[in-house]
């Protein structure tokens, strides 16, 4: 057990400040403190000595100099039991510190509210981290706390044992290592942003747990919910209104719908219903409800038990329909009190609402582990218009074919390679997922396409005149045939094949038309 006699406070999250001080002081604990957070308790009516006092150096360089002092430091890493440091500690006049209580200058919430660069700079604590390092290293002897929710539990030990256990000790101590490496992380990231570096010589990745999930992938894998990097609208920023917490397969899949969503142009009504991380059914429509039937039209098998992601706020007759079968979790950007209340009938479905649809052309960066490291690659923000295509077939697409094309490839963008996607009228009608062949996609999306005609009672399957994307080039002609015989006209592909030639051979035999991307979608 070790005794907390003196505590050194300096906080830039007052949550709680006052209350703590008071319970410390009541304990008999001697504080100091630095400018806004001495000024805090002492307004609230507690002694409190400011660091500048003690450490006999004042405050200087607007704030940037505190705390940088030997009598703090030494305080902090002097070793209770080494007689050597017991001795520097007499001869320097420099007293232990039991208790550091830190968090930091707020630098991700001025990036992320887009501040200047030199405010950003200001912003990059110094003394804070390095004292919290010597604090966290000195653990055996110093108890050492960077979030407001910890309080309580020092303060308990403090009541109860009259001193802070070594397991208390030691969990804080790791968790400050890890608020420096996060925050250290978070600069990093900004500073290579600033200056176009995406593969710097050396990256960190940090984070904060936002939930302890129930378990992983799978029931015996544990898993955890972790937030850090820009902010962007999507899961992680999202208000949960009702429904169960969110488990992991929910989270990724949640994520991937929404990320699809907003992808698609945001003046017409748009919803996407997700699989296991693929789409089984999109639709543009005239509203939110005719845009959510033509989805579902496309596989209602898959769609049972799916995610739905909307780009628009939530209204009654979108509610109504959407609940019409079972839904793990639905989100958007709002949701209107009507909607709210169909939802809340549906006690276990998840309701997630973000404010504001993500930029699919916002730079970012992915990550990916590998044994022994990871992949680290800037975000597909990769998208072509109609100026990015060329056509390379006799017959050109008409306007309407047109429209479908860039649908359909938008679309493959976020299904896993190799996939292909069939698309008539703003909706999918067919989708071949995840496929180790090409020709293998078109198949399956082509028998998806007919399953779904017939459950619908309708004579053909909508992959008759339908348009058809694929994410990648075609590396023969026998996935191309396969779509043709599906009833596809129109085909939207990178292009780039060794075969080209033959590939656009066979759609000038059929009668279709071919454009080029240029730009290769896969997603693995």
Not at 61 to 76: F, N, Q, S, Y
Not at 226 to 247: C, D, H, M, N, W
Not at 426 to 441: E, H, K, L, Y
């Amino acid at each position: 057990m070790t005794q907390i006699r003196r505590a050194l406070l300096s906080v830039s999250d007052k949550t709680g400040l006052v209350e703590l001080a008071r319970a410390l002081h009541a304990a008999g604990v001697t504080l100091l403190s630095t400018g806004g957070t001495s000024r805090a308790i002492a307004d609230a009516g507690v002694p409190v000595t400011d660091v500048s006092d003690y450490t006999g150096f004042p405050e200087m360089m607007d704030g940037r100099i505190k705390t940088l002092h030997p009598r703090v430091h030494g305080g902090l890493l002097s070793r209770r039991s080494n007689a050597e440091d017991r001795a520097s500690m007499d001869a320097h006049g420099i007293e232990g510190i039991d208790l550091l209580v830190v968090n930091l200058y707020p630098f991700e919430a001025t990036v992320a509210k887009g501040a200047p660069f030199d405010d950003c700079v200001e912003n990059i604590d110094i003394g804070g981290p390095a004292m919290i390092r010597a604090a966290a290293k000195n653990h055996a002897d110093v108890t050492v706390v960077v979030e407001p929710e910890d309080y309580a539990a020092v303060l308990e030990e403090l009541k109860t044992q009259g001193g802070t256990t070594p397991g208390t000790r030691k969990r804080l101590a790791a968790k400050a290592f890890a608020r420096t490496a996060a925050y250290d992380a978070a600069i990093q990231t900004w500073f290579h942003g600033v200056l176009g570096e995406e593969t710097p010589p050396w990256h960190a990745v940090g984070g904060h747990l936002k939930a302890r999930l129930r378990y992983g992938e799978n029931p015996h894998q544990t898993a955890g919910f972790y937030v850090g990097g820009p902010v962007r609208p999507g899961v992680a920023t999202a208000e949960q209104v009702q429904g169960k917490e969110l488990s992991y397969n929910n989270i990724n899949d949640t994520d991937a719908a929404f990320e699809l969503v907003a992808e698609l142009e945001t003046e017409r009504p748009a919803v996407a219903i997700i699989k296991h991380a693929n789409p089984c059914g999109v639709a543009q429509g005239a509203s939110l409800v005719a845009a959510y039937e033509a989805a579902l039209r496309c596989d209602p098998v898959s769609a049972f038990g799916g995610i739905i992601a909307a780009n628009r706020p939530l209204d009654r007759t979108a509610a109504e329909a959407m609940t019409g079968i079972f839904t793990e979790v639905v989100i958007a950007p709002d949701a209107d009190e009507e909607a709210r209340a169909i939802f809340a009938a549906k006690k276990n479905l998840r309701l997630l609402l973000t404010g504001g649809l993500p930029d699919p052309e916002q730079a970012g960066m992915t990550v990916r582990t590998v044994a022994g490291g990871y992949l680290l690659q800037n975000r597909d923000a990769g998208r072509v218009g109609r100026a990015d295509l060329k056509v390379v077939t006799k017959r050109a697409p008409t306007d309407r074919e047109l429209a479908d094309l860039l649908f359909a490839f938008r679309i493959a963008k976020h299904v896993k390679s190799n996939t292909i996607v069939y698309a008539k009228d703003g909706a999918t009608v067919g989708i071949g997922a995840g496929q180790m062949s090409r020709v293998d996609a078109a198949r399956i999306a082509a028998v998806k396409a007919r399953e779904a005609a017939e459950a619908a009672g309708l004579s053909e399957p909508l992959t008759r005149g339908s348009v058809v994307a694929s994410d990648a080039f075609f590396p023969f002609a026998d996935g191309l045939l396969t779509a043709i015989e599906a009833g596809a006209t129109a085909v939207i592909q990178p292009g780039g094949s060794v075969r080209d030639a033959e590939v656009i051979a066979a759609a000038d035999e059929a009668g279709v038309a071919m454009v080029f991307t240029g730009m290769r979608h896969f997603r693995h």
